[in-house]
Nanobody
Framework: QVQLVESGGGLVQAGGSLRLSCAASGRTFSSYAMGWFRQAPGKEREFMATISWSGHRTYYADTVKGRFTISRDNAKNTVYLQMNSLKPEDTAVYYC?????????????????WGQGTQVTVSS
């Protein structure tokens, strides 16, 4: 069982930056690939980025490639999403998710555990 808690969301102006964190419970965090997704009102949950258990492999959605960076610290049981050059269309609730032994998984239904989400609002 893995419990995930996101933090770091908030209100930021367009062009600004935010760093989201996702703290995981459990002693097997390093066995899980981690992903970040977002969901805007009236839209489906959208894949943003994923990182392998080791942190050596990362994958990004085209919409955020070059602006967002996913990273993890297995010693702290935490995964991060650094978001730069934010745009109003990045406004959404951001979720982290965990999948055991996954690599490059972009489909939300394949993830085993989810956090409660953190709101990111980008003003124009």
């Amino acid at each position: 069982q893995v419990q995930l808690v996101e933090s770091g969301g908030g209100l930021v102006q367009a062009g600004g930056s935010l760093r989201l964190s996702c703290a995981a419970s459990g002693r097997t965090f390093s066995s899980y690939a981690m992903g970040w997704f977002r969901q805007a009102p009236g839209k489906e949950r959208e894949f943003m980025a994923t990182i392998s258990w080791s942190g050596h492999r990362t994958y990004y959605a085209d919409t955020v490639k070059g602006r967002f960076t996913i990273s993890r610290d297995n010693a702290k049981n935490t995964v991060y999403l650094q978001m730069n050059s934010l745009k109003p269309e990045d406004t959404a609730v951001y979720y982290c998710a965990a999948v055991l032994d996954g690599l490059g998984i972009i489909n939300a239904y394949e993830y085993d555990y989810w956090g409660q989400g953190t709101q990111v609002t980008v003003s124009s």
